[in-house]
Structure formats: C-alpha cells, structure tokens
C-alpha cells in the first residue's frame, strides 16, 4: 500500500498563534491531497481538496483565510491553522491519492489542542 | 444531499463473537468502501464494493453491497480485541468533486476479551 505521513503528530499552542500541520506522500506521487477535521466521536469532514500547483477548493462554511492550504509539490501539503482559537482544536486528518479514482490513503492525523 | 447513516452507533461484544453493522444512503452509489479507524489514528481502507449484489472477503471481514444500490453491510466473524475502533463507510461526493468522499456518521466497537 501506499504511505501518507503527518507531521505534527500532536501540537498544543496558545490561542491567537498560527499552527503548520505537514502532509506527504512518502513512496507515491500524490496528485490530490485532501484535509478533513474530525471532532470527538463524530465522523470526518472535508475541508478542502488541495491539487499540486493549483488553489485549494474549500467546502462550504471553511474559511479559506483562515485554513491556509499550500500543496508545493506533489508530496507535501500543509495546513495552517491561522489565528487558532480553542474551537479549532480538533484532529486533523489528510488523505492522499495517485490519480483521478483511485484509493484515499490517509495519513495518522494531528491532534491540535488550543489553550 | 447525500447522507450515509450508519447502525448501530456503538457495540460491546464478547470475544468470538460475529458482529454486523449496517451504512445506509437515500441515494444512490456506484461505489462503497468500509474504513476503520484505531483510536488517534487516520483511517485504513478494509473492503472496497464496486457492484450491486458483490460480496467481498477480507480475512475474517466481509462486506456487500446492497443490491438496491443504497445500502452495505461489513460482518466480522470472531471478533478479536484488535478489531476495536470505529469502523466507517465512505462513497463517492457525486455533487462535488471529483474523488471527493463522504463518510458514514460510524459505528464503534468494542471487545472484550
């Protein structure tokens, strides 16, 4: 199978500081990377779809300016949680995939903790 | 929009024991996958469905997909304690973009020994 690292594995930061949350694909190409937020017993939520080279495309009710996603190269995206407040504090998953269809392999996820 | 409801919410079960749980939609998918997530990690793909009426094995997993197109169901035979998690469905977003999934509301389990 293929591996999808993240890196924090944990940050805890005080609120108003910006948080850089990394994603990369360690033995495939990823031409797509996906972030989800996921709160304590509930599902996964997508909030945006990142392509190398392009602009991130956010869901509905995510903050762009706030979930600053860059995708450089087509093995790293990063997240950053801009002006974090106690109510970003969640556990952030990304996914990743070789090419149109095929399988999301995600990462272990972040958990951010915001005093 | 599309909405995956899965039951139950949560299970306790004995060791040995066979579990089934269920992922429903009130439209339709060409395609249904079953994820399980261990406690603080991302989830792992388990099974992925392609066509109406398949059964598909995984070890001691098996999953189908309902021939109505709106449903699945994932049985594990002889639950052991590492099968603890929460086990998700997941289908295309038809309505947004491309490879865009969404996830069922998951159903927890857990074993005791």
């Known amino acids: 199978g293929a591996v999808v690292s993240q890196h924090p594995s944990w940050v805890i930061c005080k609120s108003g500081t910006s948080v850089k949350i990394e994603c990369r694909s360690l033995?495939?190409?990823?031409?797509?990377m996906f972030w989800y937020r996921q709160f304590p017993k509930q599902s996964l939520m997508l909030m945006a779809t990142?392509?190398?080279?392009?602009?991130?495309?956010?869901e509905q009710g995510v903050e762009k300016d706030k979930f600053l996603i860059n995708h450089a190269s087509l093995t790293l995206s990063t997240l950053t949680v801009t002006s974090a407040h106690p109510e970003d504090s969640s556990f952030y998953i990304c996914s990743a995939i070789r090419g149109e269809g095929e399988t999301q392999y995600f990462g272990p996820g972040t958990r951010l903790l915001v005093l | 929009g599309q909405q995956l409801n899965q039951s139950p919410q949560s299970m306790f079960i004995q060791e040995g024991e066979d579990v089934s749980m269920n992922c429903t939609s009130s439209?339709?998918?060409?395609?249904w996958l079953w994820y399980k997530q261990d406690p603080g990690e991302g989830p792992v793909l388990l099974i992925a469905l392609y066509k109406a009426g398949e059964l598909t094995s995984n070890g001691r997993l098996t999953a189908q997909f309902g021939i109505t197109r709106k449903d699945s169901f994932l049985n594990i035979s002889a639950s052991i304690p590492s099968d603890v998690g929460i086990y998700f469905c997941?289908?295309?977003?038809?309505?947004?973009?491309?490879?865009?999934?969404?996830f069922g509301t998951g159903t927890l389990l857990a074993v005791q020994p």
């Open positions: 439209s339709i998918f060409n395609t």
């Open positions: 033995d495939f190409q990823a031409t797509t």
């Open positions: 997941a289908g295309p977003d038809y309505g947004g973009a491309t490879n865009k999934l969404i």
């Open positions: 990142s392509n190398e080279g392009s602009k991130a495309t956010y």
